[in-house]
């Protein structure tokens, strides 16, 4: 149980076009998902937090024009990179928050990742 | 900034040997989570072991334990056995306490090769 997916696994957009990036909890309701962006060789870093039904909150730093992202049900969230320049090819992560059967810790599960290249 | 440091970029360690793994983290909280994620090549997060501040004592997944010292802040994870399958990113990562907005600080990772 508990699993999450993110589609596509791997996209190439050209400079200047928008790429959407699907994150979906298949066997459970998130009311929180999170939005995670990977350098090679380096560290997850939160770009925003995402609940269902309302407005993301994005970290010090991260351009919410430009990182669009909507979580239109309990398990679904979409990232949307608007106007992509090649400084925005990254690994990008998402995961969904789901309480313990004993209640609890949150546990938060990770997608796959999805790969941008913008060219 | 509440942050967690690895102080180890690369680790190896030989096949069949332990090897232990450090994490410090800064937090002004009392109750909080500690969590070892292992990244293998796949880069697909993968839970390894956690650690609620509260309990005293210390967290164990079959090969992998924690040394959790909470007054020193810190979380080491030691890998018993070692497999090459270990071999992987390992993220150290502390959380806050029960609720659902439970947002993750990472540490910047270390690389541990298991040598045959």
């Known amino acids: 149980g508990a699993v999450v997916s993110q589609h596509p696994s791997w996209v190439i957009c050209k400079s200047g076009t928008s790429v959407k990036i699907e994150c979906r909890s298949l066997?459970?309701?998130?009311?929180?998902m999170f939005w995670y962006r990977q350098f090679p060789k380096q560290s997850l870093m939160l770009m925003a937090t995402?609940?269902?039904?309302?407005?993301?909150?994005?970290e010090q730093g991260v351009e919410k024009d430009k990182f669009l992202i909507n979580h239109a049900s309990l398990t679904l969230s979409t990232l949307t990179v608007t106007s992509a320049h090649p400084e925005d090819s990254s690994f990008y992560i998402c995961?969904?928050?789901?309480?313990?059967?004993?209640?609890?810790?949150?546990?938060?599960?990770f997608g796959p990742g999805t790969r941008l290249t913008v060219t | 900034a509440q942050t967690v440091t690895q102080s180890q970029p690369e680790m190896s360690v030989q096949e069949a040997e332990t090897v232990t793994l450090s994490c410090t983290y800064d937090?002004?909280?009392?109750?909080?989570?500690l969590f070892w994620y292992k990244q293998p090549p796949s880069r697909q997060m993968i839970l390894v072991i956690r650690?609620?501040?509260?309990?005293?004592q210390n967290a164990t997944e079959n090969r992998f334990s924690v040394n959790f010292q909470k007054a020193a802040k810190s979380f080491s994870l030691k890998i018993s056995d070692s497999q090459l399958g270990d071999a992987a990113m390992y993220f150290c990562?502390?959380?806050?306490?029960?609720?659902?907005?439970?947002?993750?600080?990472f540490g910047g990772g270390t690389r541990l090769m298991v040598k045959p």
């Open positions: 066997d459970f309701q998130a009311t929180t």
């Open positions: 937090t002004s909280e009392s109750d909080y989570y």
């Open positions: 650690q609620e501040a509260y309990k005293q």
């Open positions: 995961s969904a928050s789901l309480r313990g059967l004993a209640g609890g810790l949150y546990e938060q599960y």
């Open positions: 990562a502390r959380g806050p306490s029960d609720n659902a907005g439970n947002m993750l600080t």
């Open positions: 995402s609940n269902e039904g309302s407005k993301a909150t994005y």
